[in-house]
């Protein structure tokens, strides 16, 4: 230990010199700490400010890069960087680099002054008078922020508020001064608590193992030991270290504080209420807020909001009015959320974090424009603000714009690690763009610090279940709700779960009981509704499916246009709006409603998918097509005529025109390919061998939509590919070249691969309307071949979606095809060797509208 203390010493004698302006012995001391250690950050920074404060902007920068790339979450470094780069000039880097200081400290007074002086510089002085105001919000004192303040306001034209500011400068200097000639030298546990509040962990680390072990009961140095477990996410440590500090201070209320933080972090709100309590009884002010969202937290919300509404009767605080509007929003009073808002705003109209509470106020209001236009507002003026990241990133979710709501809710963590709602939000944005093991890897993280979370564990599960653990998931929900028998979305997502593995009657029990739970679950009744689908309960499973329009991620989809929404009644002479929704084989399957439709409206106004507007142009005559991307902005809806005097979702088309098996039709067809174009790819197939020409779709989905269950490998179709006489054409999306490269290579079969027929959907409209059959797993090439009339065999897992049904060997959707189900689980052997009797059985051959 002996010398640790020497390099200690040595440290803190190199920032005393510092610190007194003697730059020389400053790099002294700090090029010999780097001599003995080069991986340590501190002696980096006392080099980095020492250049910086020498005019040497290049060196200092260079030390400083290196400083943050040893310790990245150290605020300090990052602050003295933008200091730097503001020195040099280079205002939008310096910005950014008070941005990153302040996420990792938002309290940080010294941050938020420099953050000021560089909007100042760029010609922001209201943004830098609210800059200041932050300062001086969490140092009441900070000379260097009033005198800025000042000068800040004078340059507004705020007289008044300038002299005012200045008054309060010159006080706090004469207060400084006389403080400064009574202050004695700090004591090892005193400094490591300034390094840790610098996010110097490791320095921190080092001086508190230094005091204890001069005195291994050194409550300050305990609560430093804490702090540092706590920010790594080590909680239990945390807690430890906080116990042993209470035995030797069992009346320091700021030990209580921080013991209750620690428990919210662990998810035991109730134990940090009664630290809180204790907290408050020993004297510590300014806790009643956090009182009031532990207690909520612990579900006695009645009581949070009695002591919140007597907090904002005895003082006007801009954040304890925020504190009771989070509150009325998650009671769902909305009116009287927007009136403490008002309260808040009209005391601090820069408050960032009731600027986000009233973006989720517009965003349950659905106007998610609003929404990110106030969070937006609200990062300008607190880039730190973690609850304005996270709303902004609910808002994206809202929108469908899930990349844009993965970055917020990760800046959101960042700010508030304690946060399980960002890890939660943070992983299902993850999951729906893909990023399965990303998603799980957040939701552990987070589990390790609130591993009492059943959200969080039931969010995991979700994951691990789409990517294709489905027994795994299974055993983990039966864990769950063996603790948690009435978690609404643990039971919902087990309904979700069985349905795949095909136990429909259980699957249909679960959701049933998720809704005895929550009646207005939508995830429960969207389960419920797809499960009844699959066993043709049309009539109950449409009314339960017309709720996935309530589920959060899901929203965005059915909130774009300002008309009524069509309830199924009477449009004689009326214009009606049918909207695109989910992917594309969705749109072609319910499209087949739109010629019902068409029978009863005067006007119809058909969205799609872009690769669908000449297809179903051609199919529809008489309907005003729209093929259009989905975007945010429908003004394009505007120059309609007739406008529409309703709106319907095509999927909530069958609600109304298929609620019995009877009101299927029996067609051959309702879609129409370009004949000439069908004409020109029968004249291409011709150069094939004599015998049937087969599409060929063998993957189909995403990660999250069970691609794992529902796909093949091209080895295990070589029996069906080696049929005599047949030849094959891929219908397979995406880049598949070098896959059948090497499958020709390697079995000296050919599948013929036309790129130009797969990116263009008309084309493949075409090519599937030239063929004499198609063979395809799940995938939206059975429903374009189903809508076409045309013969598709569908080879299907043993539990497919919905729209493939259960049981039977046919589809009401489509007459022409064909299911081959799977007996079992991952059992494909019985579903090849039937496509392949059928094929010796001549199928597709024996098709009236064969080529041949």
């Known amino acids: 230990m002996s010398d640790k203390r020497a390099v200690l010493s040595l440290f803190l004698e190199a920032a005393q010199s510092l610190a007194d302006d003697d730059l020389a012995e400053a790099e002294r001391g700090a090029r010999e700490l780097l001599h003995r250690d080069k991986s340590w950050a501190e002696p980096h920074h006392l080099l980095?400010?020492?250049?910086?404060?020498?005019?040497?902007?290049?060196?200092?920068?260079?030390?400083?890069?290196?400083?943050?790339?040893?310790?990245?979450?150290?605020?300090?470094?990052?602050?003295?960087?933008?200091?730097?780069?503001?020195?040099?000039?280079?205002?939008?880097?310096?910005?950014?680099?008070?941005?990153?200081?302040?996420?990792l400290a938002p309290h940080a007074a010294d941050v938020w002054n420099d953050f000021g002086t560089a909007y100042f510089a760029s010609g922001k002085p209201q943004l830098a008078v609210e800059c200041y105001r932050k300062a001086l919000q969490h140092g009441r004192q900070h000379v260097v922020a009033l005198g800025n303040l000042g000068a800040s306001l004078r340059a507004l034209g705020d007289v008044r508020g300038a002299l005012n500011a200045y008054r309060r400068e010159l006080w706090a200097r004469l207060k400084a001064a006389l403080q400064k000639r009574t202050r004695t030298a700090g004591s090892v546990a005193e400094q490591a608590e300034l390094w840790l509040a610098r996010g110097s962990t490791r320095t921190a680390a080092m001086l508190a193992d230094w005091a204890l072990a001069d005195d291994g009961g050194d409550s300050r140095a305990l609560a430093v030991k804490a702090g540092i477990a706590l920010r790594s996410g080590d909680a239990e440590a945390a807690l430890g270290f906080l116990e042993r500090a209470l035995q030797a201070a069992p009346e320091d209320g700021a030990l209580w504080l921080q013991m209750a933080r620690v428990r919210r972090a662990m998810g035991d709100e109730k134990q940090a209420v009664d630290a809180l309590r204790k907290c408050m009884s020993l004297g510590e002010r300014g806790v009643g807020r956090e009182l009031a969202q532990a207690l909520a937290a612990a579900g006695e919300a009645a009581e949070a909001l009695t002591?919140?509404?007597?907090?904002?009767?005895?003082?006007?605080?801009?954040?304890?009015?925020?504190?009771?509007?989070?509150?009325?929003?998650?009671?769902?009073?909305?009116?009287?959320?927007?009136?403490?808002?008002?309260?808040?705003?009209?005391?601090?109209?820069?408050?960032?974090?009731a600027l986000a509470q009233l973006a989720r106020l517009q965003l349950a209001q659905q106007q998610s424009a609003e929404a990110l236009s106030l969070t937006e507002r609200a990062l300008e003026l607190d880039p730190a603000c973690a609850d304005a990241h996270y709303w902004r990133g609910r808002a994206f979710v809202f929108l469908g714009r899930w990349s844009d709501a993965v970055e917020c809710f990760q800046e959101a963590r960042m700010l508030d690690a304690a946060n399980p709602a960002a890890a939660l939000w943070h992983a299902r944005s993850l999951r729906w763009t893909g990023k399965v093991p990303e998603a799980q890897s957040v939701l552990r993280e987070a589990l390790g610090r609130s591993p009492g979370s059943f959200d969080l564990r039931s969010e995991l599960i979700v994951s691990i279940f789409e990517g294709g653990e489905v027994a795994r998931a299974r055993e983990m929900l039966e864990h769950l709700l063996a603790e948690n028998a009435t978690h609404v979305g643990a039971v919902a997502a087990m309904a979700g779960l069985l349905n795949v593995e095909g136990r429909l009657e259980e699957a249909e029990?679960?959701?049933?009981?998720?809704?005895?739970?929550?009646?207005?679950?939508?995830?429960?009744?969207?389960?419920?509704?797809?499960?009844?689908?699959?066993?043709?309960s049309f009539a109950n499973g449409w009314d339960h499916y017309e709720w996935r329009a309530k589920v959060d991620e899901l929203a965005s989809v059915y909130s774009r246009f300002p008309y009524?929404?069509?309830?199924?009644?009477?449009?004689?002479?009326?214009?009606?709006l049918v909207?695109?929704?989910?992917?594309?084989g969705d749109e072609i399957m319910f499209a087949s409603c739109i010629p019902d439709l068409m029978r009863q409206a005067r006007h119809v106004v058909l969205e799609c998918d872009p690769r669908l507007g000449p297809l179903f142009s051609r199919s529809f005559p008489g309907c005003a097509v729209f093929a259009r991307e989905r975007t945010e902005t429908n003004a394009w809806?505007?120059?309609?005529?007739?406008?529409?005097?309703?709106?319907?979702?095509?999927?909530?088309?069958?609600?109304?025109?298929?609620?019995?098996?009877?009101?299927?039709?029996?067609?051959?067809?309702?879609?129409?390919?370009?004949?000439?174009?069908?004409?020109?790819?029968?004249?291409?197939?011709q150069s094939m061998a004599g015998g049937p020409k087969l599409g060929l779709s063998w993957r189909g989905g995403l990660v999250k939509t069970g691609r794992v269950r529902r796909s093949l490998d091209l080895a295990q179709l070589l029996a069906i590919l080696s049929t005599a006489g047949a030849s094959f054409v891929s219908l397979q999306y995406g880049d598949v070249r070098d896959e059948l490269a090497s499958f020709e290579r390697r079995h000296g079969i050919r599948i013929l691969h036309e790129p130009q027929a797969i990116d263009d959907y008309d084309e493949t409209a075409a090519l599937v309307g030239a063929l004499d059959g198609v063979i395809s797993v799940c995938t939206s090439i059975v429903h374009l071949t189903g809508a076409l009339g045309h013969p598709v065999l569908v080879m299907a897992p043993y539990s497919p979606e919905w729209r493939y049904g259960m049981s039977s060997e046919t589809m009401p959707w489509y007459p022409s095809a064909r299911i081959l189900r799977q007996p079992g689980r991952d059992e494909?052997?019985?579903?090849?060797?039937?496509?392949?009797?059928?094929?010796?059985?001549?199928?597709g051959s024996a098709w009236p509208g064969a080529s041949r």
């Not at 959701?511 to 066993?535: E, F």
């Not at 909207?579 to 594309?584: F, T």
């Open 48 to 103: 980095g400010e020492a250049a910086r404060r020498r005019g040497a902007h290049a060196e200092a920068e260079r030390h400083l890069r290196r400083a943050i790339e040893l310790e990245p979450r150290a605020h300090h470094l990052h602050h003295a960087l933008a200091n730097v780069l503001q020195d040099s000039g280079r205002l939008r880097e310096a910005l950014e680099g008070y941005r990153r200081a302040l996420r």
């Open 307 to 353: 002591l919140l509404r007597a907090l904002v009767r005895e003082r006007a605080d801009a954040d304890l009015w925020t504190a009771l509007a989070r509150l009325l929003l998650d009671g769902k009073d909305r009116v009287a959320a927007a009136e403490a808002l008002d309260h808040a705003l009209s005391l601090d109209p820069a408050a960032a974090p």
């Open 509 to 536: 029990a679960y959701a049933g009981r998720a809704l005895a739970i929550d009646p207005n679950d939508a995830v429960a009744h969207q389960n419920l509704g797809v499960t009844l689908l699959k066993r043709s």
């Open 564 to 576: 009524p929404a069509w309830d199924g009644g009477s449009v004689a002479g009326k214009s009606v």
């Open 579 to 584: 909207y695109a929704e989910q992917g594309l």
């Open 637 to 685: 809806t505007r120059s309609l005529e007739p406008q529409p005097d309703f709106q319907v979702p095509v999927g909530s088309l069958p609600r109304h025109f298929r609620r019995r098996p009877e009101d299927f039709p029996a067609h051959a067809g309702y879609l129409r390919a370009d004949p000439a174009n069908v004409e020109r790819w029968r004249t291409r197939l």
């Open 828 to 843: 494909w052997g019985p579903v090849l060797r039937q496509v392949q009797e059928a094929l010796n059985a001549g199928w």
